[in-house]
Nanobody, 114 residues
Framework: QVQLVESGGGLVQPGGSLRLSCAAS????????MGWYRQAPGKQRELVAT???????NYSDSVKGRFTISKDNAKNTVYLQMNSLKPEDTAVYYC????????WGQGTQVTVSS
């Protein structure tokens, strides 16, 4: 069983930055692909970024160049650095761990508004 706890969400003005953190139980980074997804009101959950056990990253086109996913294996934590935020980035952001099965955090709200 994997438990994921997100933090770092909040209200930010357009053009601002936030860093999300996801603390995971167990040595999940050794074999799991970690990722961030988001869900805006009335929309389906979508991929934001992932990082594999071999540190290969993948980003959605909508965030490429603005967001950076990283992880600290010693702390069992994955991060999402979000820069140049836009109102359309407003959503609940979920941390995900995937290896055969999917595990999800509870989500953290990110609101981009002036």
């Amino acid at each position: 069983q994997v438990q994921l706890v997100e933090s770092g969400g909040g209200l930010v003005q357009p053009g601002g930055s936030l860093r999300l953190s996801c603390a995971a139980s167990g040595r999940v980074f050794r074999i799991y692909t970690m990722g961030w997804y988001r869900q805006a009101p009335g929309k389906q959950r979508e991929l934001v970024a992932t990082v594999t056990s071999r540190d290969i990253t993948n980003y959605s086109d909508s965030v490429k160049g603005r967001f950076t996913i990283s992880k600290d294996n010693a702390k069992n934590t994955v991060y999402l650095q979000m820069n140049s935020l836009k109102p359309e980035d407003t959503a609940v952001y979920y941390c995900n761990a995937r290896y055969i099965a999917d595990y999800w955090g509870q989500g953290t709200q990110v609101t981009v508004s002036s």
